[in-house]
């Protein structure tokens, strides 16, 4: 079964051809990321335009690159296409109904069905993504799992009994993950670079040969729930940074690199203890990441070491690099788990739409 998957929730726009799930026959994603860097962070109206632009190049080329001889879109669709998934919610107004009208139109022109998806749990279908580099996933043996959904905007943990059963465990009071990872990284001097830039500067400190220069909290590492919290660590970051004013500028950058390691090592510390945890209480066979914050090579590192620390056998699985920031495969991949097609009249974007599942 093909599903053309569409995103377009925040500032990517996506579209992706998805076989069976799980195998990706064409993945593109077009970023505005750059141009709002310009003006310090997202605007809402300029994210809209920009996915106005490109979101129907963004579906030529994926229908091209999946099908290459089928020269017509319209016929590959209709020849090629089993069904269409769109991304509903959460996410910006105007960038949501860029890309729901888009599918709706073409679902309504082909006579397609059209799968609504949730942004944030479509997540976590990275993992069952074929990777070009290894074997086929063994999705079955993965169940029960716990999943952690750890992107720009959410921190959240769920309970999956199987692909499509998923209990919300608990999630961020406050700042998400990559939010802490995206505001550190402004107060540090990374401008917009945030848990990529944060990542890149911890990787040029050494524990061995450095003097650690700050402690950082582990908010709510040791409380007996599934919650998170990551405001405090901005607050700490922005008045330990302070101190510093008086620093020669020959030492700021060693300084620089010694905080991105320690925050970089707290919210790290937090998601594995906390997921981990979970796994123990509800005693699964997997771990499965996802989000943007999935792709960060030190939680992938502290995930692996964990696994074989706790009681039971528990496997931790990452998206491939690509697909753990925003993209249309795991929309693909979500749909066709689901399988929940609604007539297009009554599909409408969800900005604000609850990860709290049953
Ligand atoms: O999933 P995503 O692309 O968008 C949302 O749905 O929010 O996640 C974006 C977040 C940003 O906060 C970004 O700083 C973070 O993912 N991120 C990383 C890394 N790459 C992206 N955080 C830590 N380490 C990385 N390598
Ligand atoms: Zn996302």
């Known amino acids: 079964m093909n599903i053309l998957g569409i995103e377009s929730s925040c500032d990517e726009t996506a579209a992706a051809v998805v076989k069976d799930g799980t195998h990706v026959l064409s993945s593109v994603v077009s970023s505005s990321h750059n141009l ?23 579906i030529q080329q994926a229908i091209q690159e999946a099908f290459p001889n089928d020269s017509d879109i319209t ?10 998934a769109v991304t509903i919610g959460p996410g910006l107004i105007g960038s949501l109904l860029m890309g ?10 082909t006579k397609k069905p059209l799968i609504p998806v949730h942004h944030v749990l479509a997540h976590i279908y990275g993992n069952f993504i074929q990777h070009p580099k290894s074997n086929i996933p063994n999705i079955t043996s993965m169940f029960p799992a716990i999943a952690l959904i750890v992107s720009g905007g959410h921190t959240e943990l769920f309970h999956m009994k199987s692909e499509r059963e998923m209990t919300w465990l608990g999630g961020t009071i406050d700042d998400a993950a990559g939010e802490a990872f995206d505001k550190t990284a402004r107060l540090l001097g990374f401008g ?28 709510l590492i040791h ?7 990551f405001s405090g660590l901005k607050t700490a970051v922005q008045r330990e940074w302070n101190r510093n004013n008086t620093l020669p500028i020959s030492d700021i950058q060693h300084q620089k690199s010694s ?22 209480q509800y005693n699964v066979s997997s771990i499965l990441l996802g989000g943007g914050v999935s792709a960060n090579v030190r939680l992938r590192q ?10 039971h056998q528990v496997t ?22 689901h399988q929940l097609p609604q007539n297009y009249r009554i599909i409408t974007a969800t900005p604000t739409l609850s990860v709290e599942v049953q």
């Open 36 to 58: 709002h860097n310009t003006f310090g962070g997202i605007l809402p109206e300029l994210a809209s335009r920009e996915q106005l632009t490109y979101i129907f190049p963004v």
């Open 302 to 311: 502290k995930f692996q070491t964990q696994q074989s620390v706790i009681e």
């Open 192 to 219: 917009n670079g945030g848990g990529l830039a944060i990542q890149q500067a911890a990787s040029n400190f050494s524990v061995v040969s450095s003097q650690l220069s700050v402690k950082l909290p582990r908010p």
């Open 259 to 280: 905080f991105a390691y320690e925050v970089q090592e707290a919210i790290v510390d937090v998601l594995v203890a906390k997921t981990m945890k979970a796994a123990e």
């Open 75 to 84: 016929t590959s669709i209709t020849k090629n296409i089993d069904a269409l």
């Open 100 to 109: 729901i009208e888009t599918a709706k139109t073409i679902a309504f022109a």
């Open 223 to 229: 409380d007996d729930n599934h919650n998170f919290s």
């Open 316 to 337: 931790v699985h990452f998206p491939p690099l690509e697909f753990c920031t925003d993209n249309a495969a795991v929309i693909g991949s979500y749909a066709f788990y």
